[in-house]
C-alpha cells in the first residue's frame, strides 16, 4: 500500500486501460513508485484536500505532478483544474492535463486556467508510453516543484 | 781521298773472286781425290797409269786455263762493260767531265768537251782548249787544285760560237800514294741557264715584288693564298705575310663569290680567266679589282696552284662611271648633241635633238640636211669647228660643229640661246623704242658733254623745235647758243659739283630761239654714263604755257579772295585736325560778333552751343565728303544769340593740311517760318486724322497726295505707305474695278458722286465701304466710310432670320413626331398612363387607362376625375394634391384597386408632377401598373425563403451534431485502440517467452491493426474538419510552403535518398493551413511512393495559363495505372495494396475537397513504374469561392 503522504505522482485518469498503460511507462523509469491512481475527479479533489475517502491525509505535502485527464465522470477535468488553480494550497501543484482531446476551447480553457502543460495522448502505444515517460521524467526528476 | 772512278768494279771483286776460288779450290779438290782413284782404277799398268797422269795434268792445265781465260774474259768484258757505261754517262752528262795531269793536259774529257770546244781536247793543253781568255780565268785555280785543294768556282767561259757560258767547275785532285798530285778530276756544269733561270727568277721575283698589280698564288686544295706579292697585300692593306693563309673567297665580296666561283672553275677549265670582281678587304672596306687567273697544272694534268694577278681598278671604275655618266650626260643634257659621220649620217643624237631632228625631218640612222652635210665635209678637210645659229620653230640653236680628229665623225653641240636671242632682240627692241622716246619725247633732251665750252653731243627733235635750229646746227654747238645769258666756266664748274652732290637739279630758266625770242623752260639735268664717258642729260620743258597758267591762277586766287572776302553769307576756312580758323570773311565777323584775331585765335568749337560740342565731334569724326550740306546745325553767337544754320562745307588743302571752306547761312527765319506752316499743317492733319471717314486726296495720276489715318486704316496700310505711290501699285488691279471707272469719271468730268462700293483687298479680304468722291484741286478727294461692319451685321442678320425659318420648321416636323410618337404611347401601352391638371382632372389617358375606366375613348376622361370612377378616390386625390404641392413625385405605391366594374387588382403607382417651363406645377403625370401577378410571385417567394431558413436551421444543427460526434469520435474511438495496441504490446514483452514466433506475429496484427483504425479515424477526422471550417483568404507564399512541408515531412534518409526540385512556385490566394495540408498530403505521398527507389526525384512546379494557376508534384516512383485514375482520388480509394504502401487512402480524397472548396481543380498523370505527376489548379487570386 502506497503511502499517502508520500504521494509523488497524482493521476487522475477514468479509463483503466490508460491507466494502467501510463503506470507502466512511468514504471519503466522508476518513476511509478509513489504514484497514485483515483478515476473520477471528485477522488481527486479530496485526495487533495484531504477530505471523504482521503480523511486524515497530510495536506501540507503535495504530489509532484497531478497527471490530470479531462474526461472525468462526477468532477469534470477541467472543473478540478479550476478548483486547484483558484486555491491557495494547490494552486502551486504541477498539474499535467493528459487528454485524448486536442480540441482549441478545451486547449484554451485549461490554459486559460493555468494549467502548467497540455499533453495529448498520442493514439498509438509506443508514442503513448514514451510521451508518458518524457512527462514523468520531467515533472519528476528534471523539474523542482515548489517545496 | 781517292775518288776511283770504278767504284763498282771493286766491290764486285771482293765478293765474287772469294765464290770463285773457292768454287776452283772445291773442284780442284774433289777432282783430285776421284781422278786420281779414277785413274787408279782405270790403269792397268803403269804406263796407263802415267799417261792418264799426264793427260789429267794437261787436262787440269786446259781447264784451269780456260776457266782463267773465261774469267778474265768475263773481268775484262765486265770492266769495258762499265767503262762503256761511264762513258755513256760521262758523255751523257751535260757536264763536262775530264782528268788533267799535272801538266795541265786532258789525259780524259767526256763528249761533251767536243760539244762545248768542238774538238776533242785528250792530250791537249787546258789553254788550248779553253783558249787563253779563259785559260786565264780559271789558272788560278788549277793551280790551286794542283797544289792539292778541292776547288769550287764558278766564271764565265767564252763559249765556241762567241757566245759565254757561266759555268760551276769542281776540281778534285787525284793525290797517289804518296801524296803528289797526279792530276786533278774537273766537274764543269754549264750553269748558264741556270744562271739564266736564276736571273730570270730573280727577275721573276723582282717582277713579283715589284709588280704594281698584286699577284696571289692559291692552293687549289685548300683555297688559301699560298703567298702573295707586295702589291696584292697592299691592295689589301696587310702585310704579305698576314695575306698567305688567307682563305680566298673571303677575300672577296660576298655578293661576288658566285661570280668568282664561276671564273676559277672557268680557269680551271679553259685555263685563263678573266673577270671583275669586288674584294674584301680585312677592314671590311671594299675596292673593285680586275682578275686574271691562270690555273697551273701538272704533269699530269692535275691542278698545282692558281696564279692570280689583281688590278685594282677603284680609278677606272670611277672613270668607267665617269665616263657612263658622261655618256650618260649626252643622253640627259638639255642642249642637242649629236655625232654625223662624213657623209653626213646622224649616228648618235641625244634626246634634246629632238627638235632639231624634227625641223630637219630626219632620225638617228638617217641624214643632216645637205647644206649641214656639205659643211661638215668642209669642216672635217679642214679641221676647224664652226658655230651657227639655227631657227626651229621657236627656238634658236647656237650649233658648234666640231670635227673629232682621226676619225671621219664629227659631233654637233647644240645650246639654246632662244632666251639670248629674246633678250638680244628685246634689247634692241628697248633700243629701239628708247631711241622712239628719245626722238618722241615732247620736252627737249639734249645730251651735252660736259669738258670745254660743254659742247652738244646730241639733242632729239623736240629739242630742234623747241629752239628753233636743226639738228646739224644744234651738234656740236655749244649750249651757249641757246642761253641769253652764258655762263662762265666757274659757274659751270659749280654747276657739275651741284650735280654730282644733288644728282638731278631742277630750275627755270629762259632760253633763246634761234629766231631770237625768249621763252622759259624747265630744266631738269642729271649727269650719266654713256659709253664709259659722263655726259650731262638735259629734259627741258617749255613752261610758257605753265607761266601763264599760273598768272591765270593767281589771278583768279585773287578773285576768289574777293569771293571770299566780299560774300554776304559768312564764309571762313577752318584747319580739320585743330578745327582753328584759318580764314574768316567780313560777314562772318559781322554776324558772329567776334573780330577777326579772335576768330583765328577760336575754334569751330566754340561758336557752337556746348550742349551740341558732343554731336559735333561726332560729326567731324566721320570721313568728309568734299563737298557736304548739312541742315539743322545750331551757332552761338557773340552776344549768346542762337541762330540756325546750313552749313556748305568744301574740303581744301590750303598748304597742305586739309580743311574745309565753310559757308554758314543764317536760317533762323527760315525756320520759324517752316516751323509756322508745319504746325498749321499737323492741325489740318489732325482734324482730318481725328475724323471718323477716310478721307484720301488722289491727284491726276492718281497718285495719293494725302491720306488721313482712318483710310490708310480702310486700306490697311499705313498713310507713308500710300503716300506718292499710285493706286495701282497700292492696289494692284484696281484699274478693272468698277469702282475706278466712277473715280475716273469723277476726275475727268469733275462731277461728284456717292456709292456703296465693294472692295477687294489684295490680300484677298472685302470691305464694304461708303464713298463720296467729289473733284479737288490737286484731282479727286474721297471720303470714305467703313461700312463693311454693316454691311456684315445685315447679312448675318438675314442669315440669322433664315435659319430661324428653318429651325422653326425643323421644330414642327419633330413636335408632330412627337406628337404622333405620344399618341402611338397613349394608345397602345399596356400601363395606365393619365395627365391630370392641377385639379386632378384628366387632360389624357391612354387607352388601356380608359377601358379600365370603362371607357371607349380616352378622350371621354378629360375633363373627369378619380370621383367619377373610384369609390376611393379622395384618398388618391390627397395624394395627387400632395404631389403637386410638394413637387416631389410618388414613386412605384402599391395599392389595392377596384376598378369601376368590380375587377380587384394590385397596381404599381407612380405619379409625378408637371411642372411647365417656368418650373411651376401645372398637372400631374401618373402610370399605374397591374402587379397582381407580381405580388402574388412575391408571395410564393417569402414562403419559400421562410422554408429554406428553417431548412437551414435544420442543417445547422445536424452539423453541430456532426462535430460533436467527429468530437466524440476522436476521443471515444481512440482510446480503446490504444488500449488494444498497448496491451499486445505488453503481452509481447512481458511474455515473450511464452510466445512462439506465432504468436508474437499475430500480437503484431493486433497491434498493426489498431494502429490503422487510429489512423483511419484520423484521416476521417480531418477529411470532415475539411468540410466545416471556414475558409480564410490570404495570400500563400506557394514557394515557401511547399518547400517548408518537404523538408519537415522527409527523413534525414529521405533527403539523401531524394532529388527534390523545385521550381518557382507562384502565390495564390487561399487558406493557408488548407493549401497547407494539400502540400503535405501530395510530398508525404510522393516521398512514400518514391522510397523504393534508389535514386527518387520529386519535383515541384508550376504551370502559368491565363485562367488559373496549376501546380503539379511530380515523382519517378511506382506510379499508378492510368485506367484507375477516376479512382485516385476517391475517399478511401487506393491503388496499391496495404502491403505495397501503407495508407488509408484518404490523403488525395481530402487533396480534392480542399481545391474544389477552393474553386480550383485537381487530376494525376502517371506510369506503371515510371512515376506520376499530381496536379492541382486554383484560380488566381482574384476569385475563388467560399
Not at chain 2, 50 to 76: E, M
Not at chain 2, 474 to 485: E, K, M, T, V
Not at chain 2, 595 to 600: D, K, N, R
Not at chain 2, 778 to 796: C, H, N, P, V, Y
Amino acid at each position: 500500500m502506497i503511502d499517502l503522504d508520500a504521494v509523488e505522482v497524482l493521476l487522475v485518469e477514468d479509463n483503466l486501460r490508460d491507466a494502467e498503460l501510463t503506470i507502466r511507462a512511468l514504471k519503466k523509469h522508476n518513476l511509478a513508485n509513489q504514484l497514485f491512481h483515483v478515476e473520477d475527479g471528485a477522488a481527486a479533489l479530496d485526495f487533495l484536500f484531504g477530505r471523504g475517502k482521503f480523511e486524515g491525509r497530510r495536506t501540507d505535502t503535495s504530489p509532484k505532478v497531478v497527471l490530470l485527464d479531462l474526461k472525468l465522470p462526477k468532477v469534470d477535468g477541467l472543473e478540478v483544474l479550476r478548483i486547484m488553480k483558484s486555491n491557495e494550497r494547490t494552486r502551486t501543484i504541477p498539474v499535467v492535463v493528459v487528454t485524448s482531446s486536442a480540441e482549441d476551447p478545451d486547449m484554451k480553457t485549461a490554459y486559460g486556467l493555468g494549467v502548467n502543460s497540455y499533453v495529448v495522448k498520442p493514439v498509438q502505444f509506443d508514442g503513448f508510453i514514451e510521451a508518458m515517460a518524457k512527462v514523468g521524467i520531467y515533472w519528476l526528476l528534471v523539474n523542482h516543484p515548489p517545496k | 781521298m781517292n775518288h776511283r772512278p770504278f767504284l763498282l768494279s771493286t766491290g764486285i771483286f771482293k765478293r765474287g773472286p772469294l765464290k770463285i776460288a773457292g768454287l776452283y779450290l772445291l773442284i780442284g779438290s774433289l777432282w783430285i781425290l776421284f781422278s786420281d782413284r779414277l785413274a787408279a782404277r782405270m790403269a792397268t799398268d803403269q804406263a796407263m797409269l802415267t799417261a792418264i797422269s799426264i793427260y789429267k795434268g794437261w787436262g787440269y792445265v786446259l781447264i784451269t786455263a780456260i776457266l782463267l781465260y773465261w774469267l778474265i774474259l768475263r773481268d775484262t768484258a765486265a770492266t769495258q762493260r762499265s767503262e762503256e757505261q761511264l762513258r755513256l754517262v760521262t758523255d751523257a752528262l751535260p757536264v763536262l767531265i775530264s782528268y788533267v795531269d799535272a801538266a795541265r793536259q786532258y789525259r780524259f774529257a767526256n763528249q761533251a768537251y767536243e760539244e762545248w770546244f768542238g774538238h776533242k781536247p785528250l792530250g791537249k793543253h787546258i789553254e788550248t782548249v779553253l783558249g787563253t781568255s779563259a785559260y786565264k780565268i780559271i789558272s788560278s785555280h788549277v793551280d790551286k787544285v794542283l797544289s792539292g785543294e778541292i776547288v769550287g768556282y764558278e766564271t764565265e767561259i767564252p763559249y765556241k760560237d762567241g757566245g759565254a757560258r757561266f759555268v760551276n767547275a769542281m776540281y778534285i785532285p787525284d793525290v797517289d800514294a804518296d801524296g803528289k798530285v797526279k792530276g786533278f778530276f774537273a766537274l764543269v756544269q754549264d750553269i748558264t741557264e741556270r744562271k739564266e733561270s736564276a736571273e730570270q727568277l730573280r727577275l721573276w721575283a723582282d717582277a713579283f715584288e715589284g709588280c704594281a698589280h698584286g699577284i696571289s698564288i692559291g692552293d687549289p686544295i685548300t683555297h688559301r693564298i699560298v703567298v702573295c706579292n707586295p702589291a696584292f697585300a697592299a691592295m689589301h692593306k696587310c702585310r704579305v705575310e698576314e695575306m698567305s693563309g688567307t682563305g680566298i673567297l673571303s677575300m672577296y665580296a660576298p655578293s661576288d663569290h658566285a661570280h668568282v666561283r664561276r671564273n676559277v672553275e672557268k680557269a680551271d677549265q679553259l685555263g685563263h680567266a678573266s673577270f671583275e670582281a669586288r674584294m674584301i678587304r680585312k677592314d671590311g672596306s671594299t675596292f673593285p679589282v680586275q682578275m686574271d687567273l691562270v690555273s697551273v697544272l701538272g704533269e699530269d694534268g692535275e691542278l698545282l696552284y692558281r696564279v692570280a694577278t689583281a688590278q685594282d681598278i677603284t680609278e677606272r671604275k670611277q672613270a668607267e662611271e665617269e665616263n657612263q655618266s658622261l655618256a650618260r650626260f649626252p643622253a640627259e643634257n638639255p642642249n642637242p648633241i649629236l655625232r654625223s659621220t662624213q657623209q653626213g649620217k646622224i649616228v648618235y643624237a641625244n634626246p634634246a635633238s629632238k627638235l632639231l631632228l624634227r625641223d630637219w625631218h630626219s632620225e638617228v640612222g638617217g641624214y643632216l640636211p645637205p647644206d649641214w652635210i656639205n659643211l661638215i665635209s668642209e669642216l672635217i678637210h679642214t679641221g676647224s669647228r664652226k658655230t651657227l645659229d639655227v631657227r626651229c620653230e621657236d627656238t634658236t640653236y647656237s650649233i658648234m660643229v666640231v670635227p673629232i680628229p682621226d676619225s671621219d665623225y664629227v659631233n654637233l653641240y647644240g645650246r639654246d640661246i632662244t632666251e639670248r636671242k629674246q633678250a638680244e632682240t628685246a634689247l634692241n627692241e628697248s633700243i629701239a623704242r628708247l631711241r622712239t622716246l628719245f626722238e618722241a619725247s615732247p620736252d627737249a633732251i639734249l645730251l651735252i658733254d660736259p669738258r670745254d665750252n660743254w659742247p652738244i653731243l646730241d639733242c632729239n627733235t623736240a629739242a630742234c623745235q623747241m629752239n628753233g635750229y636743226t639738228r646739224n646746227e644744234l651738234i656740236g654747238q655749244s649750249i651757249d647758243i641757246l642761253n641769253p645769258n652764258p655762263w662762265a666756266s666757274a659757274n659751270r664748274d659749280e654747276y657739275l659739283a651741284r650735280i654730282r652732290r644733288e644728282g638731278i637739279l631742277r630750275y627755270e630758266t629762259p632760253h633763246r630761239r634761234k629766231n631770237g625770242t625768249e621763252f622759259p623752260i624747265e630744266v631738269s639735268t642729271s649727269l650719266i654714263s654713256l659709253g664709259g664717258r659722263d655726259v650731262l642729260l638735259g629734259i627741258d620743258r617749255d613752261i610758257t604755257e605753265r607761266k601763264q597758267a599760273e598768272k591765270k591762277l593767281r589771278s583768279s586766287e585773287e578773285r576768289y579772295r574777293y569771293l571770299f572776302e566780299n560774300n554776304p553769307h559768312p564764309m571762313w576756312v577752318y584747319d580739320r585736325k585743330a578745327l582753328a580758323f584759318l580764314a574768316v570773311n567780313e560777314a562772318a565777323i559781322a554776324k558772329y560778333g567776334y573780330s577777326h584775331q579772335e576768330f583765328l585765335n577760336m575754334t569751330i568749337v566754340d561758336i557752337r552751343p556746348p550742349e551740341d560740342a558732343d554731336r559735333l565731334m561726332k560729326n567731324l569724326a566721320q570721313p568728309r565728303q568734299p563737298l557736304e550740306h548739312s541742315d539743322g546745325w545750331r551757332h552761338l553767337l557773340k552776344d549768346g544769340t542762337l541762330i540756325d544754320v546750313e552749313i556748305t562745307s568744301h574740303t581744301v588743302e590750303v598748304d597742305g593740311n586739309e580743311s574745309a571752306l565753310v559757308i554758314a547761312q543764317d536760317v533762323t527765319d527760315r525756320k520759324r517760318a517752316e516751323m509756322a506752316i508745319r504746325e498749321s499743317e499737323m492741325r489740318y492733319h489732325h482734324i482730318l486724322d481725328a475724323m471718323m471717314e477716310g478721307c484720301q486726296i488722289i491727284d491726276f495720276d492718281w497718285r495719293y497726295v494725302y491720306v488721313n489715318t482712318v483710310l490708310a486704316e480702310q486700306g490697311k496700310h499705313k498713310p507713308e505707305e500710300l503716300v506718292h505711290h499710285t493706286m495701282m501699285e497700292m492696289y494692284p488691279g484696281i484699274e478693272r474695278t468698277e469702282l475706278f471707272t466712277i473715280l475716273q469719271q469723277c476726275m475727268q468730268e469733275r462731277t461728284p458722286r456717292r456709292l456703296e462700293n465693294h472692295f477687294v483687298f489684295p490680300d484677298g479680304r472685302i470691305g464694304w465701304f461708303e464713298l463720296s468722291i467729289q473733284p479737288a484741286r490737286e484731282g479727286i478727294f474721297i471720303l470714305s466710310t467703313d461700312i463693311t461692319e454693316r454691311k456684315r451685321a445685315q447679312e448675318e442678320l438675314q442669315k440669322a432670320h433664315d435659319e430661324l425659318e428653318l429651325k422653326v420648321q425643323e421644330r414642327t416636323a419633330a413636335l408632330s413626331q412627337t406628337n404622333a410618337l405620344l399618341q402611338a404611347l397613349m394608345d397602345y401601352t399596356p400601363d395606365h398612363i393619365y395627365f391630370k391638371d392641377i385639379q386632378s382632372r384628366f387632360i389624357r389617358n391612354s387607352k388601356s387607362q380608359a377601358s379600365m375606366l370603362g371607357l371607349g375613348d380616352p378622350a371621354e376622361a378629360v375633363g373627369k376625375t378619380d370621383f367619377d370612377f373610384f369609390p376611393h378616390a379622395a384618398r388618391s386625390y390627397d395624394e395627387e394634391q400632395e404631389v403637386m404641392r410638394s413637387g416631389q413625385p410618388l414613386v412605384d405605391l402599391e395599392e389595392w384597386v377596384v376598378w369601376p366594374d368590380g375587377r380587384e387588382t394590385w397596381v404599381s403607382t407612380t405619379k409625378v408632377p408637371l411642372p411647365d417651363s417656368d418650373g411651376q406645377i401645372i398637372g400631374i403625370f401618373g402610370i399605374s401598373r397591374d402587379i397582381t401577378e407580381r405580388k402574388r410571385a412575391e408571395q410564393a417567394i417569402q414562403q419559400l425563403n421562410a422554408d429554406l431558413e428553417k431548412q437551414a436551421g435544420q442543417l445547422r444543427a445536424a452539423i453541430g451534431e456532426l462535430e460533436a460526434f467527429s468530437y466524440s469520435v476522436s476521443h471515444d474511438l481512440r482510446a480503446p485502440l490504444r488500449a488494444i495496441d498497448g496491451f499486445t504490446r505488453i503481452l509481447v514483452e512481458d511474455y515473450e517467452s511464452s510466445l512462439d514466433a506465432e504468436g508474437r506475429r499475430v500480437c503484431g496484427v493486433i497491434s498493426k491493426e489498431a494502429r490503422r483504425m487510429g489512423e483511419l479515424i484520423d484521416d476521417l477526422l480531418a477529411f470532415s474538419r475539411l468540410s466545416r471550417k471556414e475558409m480564410r483568404a490570404a495570400a500563400i507564399d506557394m514557394q515557401t510552403l511547399a518547400s517548408s512541408v518537404f523538408h519537415e515531412l522527409a527523413t534525414e534518409t529521405d533527403k539523401a535518398r531524394i532529388e527534390f526540385q523545385i521550381g518557382s512556385l507562384p502565390p495564390v490566394a487561399g487558406d493557408p493551413k488548407l493549401i497547407r495540408q494539400v502540400w503535405v498530403n501530395l510530398l508525404s505521398n510522393a516521398i512514400k511512393f518514391t522510397s523504393r527507389e534508389k535514386r527518387a526525384v520529386i519535383e515541384v512546379g508550376s504551370m502559368d495559363s491565363r485562367s488559373e494557376t496549376i501546380y503539379y508534384v511530380r515523382d519517378n516512383g511506382t506510379g499508378f495505372d492510368m485506367r484507375y485514375a477516376g479512382k485516385l482520388f476517391g475517399v478511401f480509394q487506393r491503388l496499391h495494396s496495404e502491403n505495397e504502401f501503407e495508407g488509408t487512402g484518404v490523403g488525395l480524397a481530402i487533396v480534392q475537397r480542399v481545391v474544389h472548396r477552393h474553386g480550383g481543380r485537381v487530376w494525376a498523370e502517371g506510369e506503371l513504374e515510371k512515376g506520376a505527376t499530381f496536379y492541382f489548379a486554383l484560380p488566381p487570386k482574384e476569385d475563388h469561392d467560399d
